[in-house]
């Protein structure tokens, strides 16, 4: 039985969409935020040693990083559903925008959350000024043009087919559920990218994205 370490509110929920794209069963092991740091509890460190979401158990195996455990799963019990076939150009689009969504549009919008929080953080008074003066700064002229750069980058890759592997909806378009939903919450991603926006809207219709929402549980992207 595969066996999800489901945290709340996290990148796990991707795992779940995707095993419900499979037709898979599989248990899910829920684990709660720290109401006050918003981090993972240290009893998720006894499945894996960083401690994080999401990771899968399958018998022995262990597989971590939302990426690998994809790719695992598609491999393992897809059949040769949800990835195009090897050696063509769309199963190299594939294989980019599962190594992109971490590797490239997560690292500002997490920047941007990481600043919003020094600018609502409590500190002495006198540190105040200086630390949300510096959080603007890097918001304004680094991180959000940063956001604006790839959400146009992603809204012209999605003109063609509307998915990101091509012309079918594939695991790829799983993993780059998480920093889309990201960017609405905090990145400021809009209507002005009607590409993006329209294919939130079609991953939020499928069927396998509500079943994987009632096993999960209640689900947000921290802001």
Request: glycine share 8%; aromatic share 10%; no cysteine.
């Amino acid at each position: 039985m595969i066996v999800v370490h489901h945290l709340n509110n996290s990148r796990s929920q991707r795992i779940l969409w995707l095993l419900e794209e499979l037709g898979l069963e599989y248990e899910v092991r829920r684990y709660e935020r720290d109401p006050e740091t918003m981090l993972a509890p240290p009893e998720l460190k006894a499945v894996h040693p960083l401690g994080k979401s999401p990771v899968i158990t399958d018998g022995d195996l262990t597989v971590a990083e939302s990426g690998a455990i994809i790719e695992y799963l598609v491999e393992t019990y897809g059949q040769g559903h949800l990835a195009p076939a090897r050696g063509t150009p769309e199963r190299l689009r594939y294989t980019y925008w599962l190594h992109y969504a971490e590797g490239s549009a997560m690292l500002p919008l997490l920047l941007k959350l990481v600043f919003n929080r020094v600018e609502t953080a409590p500190m002495p008074f006198f540190a105040k000024p200086f630390a949300r003066g510096i959080a603007r700064q890097v918001k304004g002229k680094f991180v959000e043009p940063q956001i604006i750069q790839h959400l146009n980058y992603m809204n012209n890759e999605l003109a063609a087919t509307g998915w990101f592997a091509g012309a079918e909806f594939s695991a790829a378009d799983v993993q780059m559920s998480f920093p889309l939903e990201a960017a609405a919450a905090r990145g400021g991603l809009d209507r002005q990218w009607p590409h993006l926006i329209g294919f939130l809207e079609r991953v939020h219709d499928r069927p396998a994205y509500k079943r994987a929402l009632e096993r999960g549980g209640e689900y947000g992207i921290i802001g």
